[in-house]
C-alpha cells in the first residue's frame, strides 16, 4: 500500500506540515483572545479541528475577533 502511495509523499508531506502549523496557530490564537466575531469559541474551535485546512483560514479570515 505504502508503495501506491509513494508517488504522492512528495505533495501530502507539505500540505500535512501546512494543516498542523495553521491548526496550531488557529487554535493559540483562538485560546490567546477572548473575543471572535462571528459564533462563540466552542464554534471555531470545531470549525478549526474538523475543516482541515480550510478551518484556520475561515477563523483568519472571518472569525477572528478585534484585538
Known amino acids: 500500500m505504502s508503495a501506491d502511495?509513494?508517488?504522492?509523499?512528495?505533495i501530502l508531506i507539505p500540505l500535512v506540515v501546512i494543516q498542523i502549523i495553521l491548526l496550531i496557530t488557529a487554535l493559540l490564537h483562538?485560546?490567546?483572545h477572548p473575543h471572535v466575531k462571528i459564533g462563540?469559541?466552542?464554534?471555531?474551535?470545531?470549525?478549526?479541528?474538523?475543516l482541515n485546512i480550510i478551518g484556520p483560514f475561515l477563523y483568519f479570515?472571518?472569525?477572528?475577533g478585534d484585538e
Request: charged share 10%; hydrophobic share 55%; glycine share 4%.
Open 61 to 64: 479570515l472571518i472569525g477572528r
Open 40 to 50: 462563540n469559541k466552542n464554534l471555531w474551535i470545531f470549525v478549526i479541528i474538523f
Open 30 to 32: 483562538l485560546n490567546k
Open 5 to 10: 502511495l509513494q508517488p504522492y509523499f512528495p
